[in-house]
């Protein structure tokens, strides 16, 4: 049976209850007994997006806002705005359902999942198949869940450019990777190049994953998004860095058995990347080298 969600006169089940990218789900809906007085009913299927907002705040009280003294200290009404987590609904397709002589009995129906569905996940989307029986008096609104999970078949599989985040680059760092594409609970294997431009202090590498939440809702200022990075491996801590001398390390980096995959979504997306942070040995005015390397993270085989 389908995971569904249960409200006053309908039910709704949808099956498979795990699907990935282009597989096709069912919906049943079934009514206790006919919903009279019905003018139109719907279903609409989609996801509802969860991301980070800026919220500008307010001041309503006799003082201004650059004037935030003893005048509105715990003052209720007062409140100079800050970061929020919501959801938006995402809907994809919406489909008019049978209403006969102003009564529905039920009904059922398909959805196919579409080739770029974000994967369902607490971070980024949550999948349903919500139904609205619009009548006299009070709706009747109920929805069903089903998760979508994303396979190494459902994305592109090819090696994205090296980021430079930080540094002065007296270093240069590369990452290479054994393959683009890792599962959720897999362990990223590749190498780390230093090639010194110049001779260095010796030098501290270190390996991790990091993962990025960026939002872009259409209608609201956006978060700051946030960062998550994964533990810190580290590969050698004594490096002599001589002038254009290549020296490589192989890393190995755990991904999280519970990684959500990488998605783009309307509002909000996830991003992936192993990291690489190269540190100078003493108090010698030598900036810490940060890098990074794109992959794409999946869910299912």
Request: proline fraction near 7%; charge should be negative.
């Amino acid at each position: 049976m389908g995971l569904f969600d249960r409200s006053g006169d309908a039910s709704v089940v949808v099956t498979p209850t795990v699907v990935t990218p282009r597989q096709t789900v069912e919906v049943a809906i079934t009514t206790d007994k006919p919903i009279r007085k019905v003018r139109s009913a719907r279903l609409d299927w989609g996801y509802a997006n969860f991301y980070q907002y800026h919220w500008a705040g307010r001041v309503d009280s006799a003082a201004a806002a650059g004037n935030d003294t003893i005048w509105t200290a715990d003052q209720v009404g007062t409140n100079y705005g800050g970061d929020r987590d919501t959801d938006d609904w995402v809907s994809v397709i919406v489909e008019e359902l049978p209403v006969a002589a102003s009564e529905f009995t039920g009904a059922s129906s398909s959805f196919r999942i579409p080739s770029w569905a974000p994967a369902s996940s607490p971070a980024i989307a949550r999948w349903e198949c919500r139904l609205t029986v619009d009548r006299e008096g009070l709706d009747v609104e109920t929805r069903g869940e089903f998760t979508v999970r994303i396979g190494t078949a459902d994305v592109e599989s090819y090696l994205e450019p090296l980021e430079h985040v930080s540094g002065a680059a007296e270093t240069v760092v590369d990452v290479s990777l054994s393959k683009p594409v890792w599962r959720a609970g897999e362990t990223v294997t590749g190498h780390v190049t230093l090639t010194p431009t110049v001779d260095l202090p010796d030098g501290d590498l270190a390996v991790s994953w990091q993962r990025e939440r960026e939002s872009h809702p259409l209608t609201r200022t956006p978060g700051p998004g946030g960062q998550l990075d994964g533990r810190i491996v580290q590969l050698d801590k004594r490096i002599q860095l001589r002038a254009g001398t290549p020296v490589e390390f192989a890393f190995e980096v755990e991904l999280p058995d519970d990684a959500p995959p990488t998605a783009a979504a309307v509002h909000s997306s996830i991003n992936w990347f192993v990291q690489a942070r190269l540190m100078y040995k003493g108090f010698n005015g030598h900036v810490m080298e940060r890098v990074r390397r794109p992959i794409t993270v999946v869910n299912a085989p």
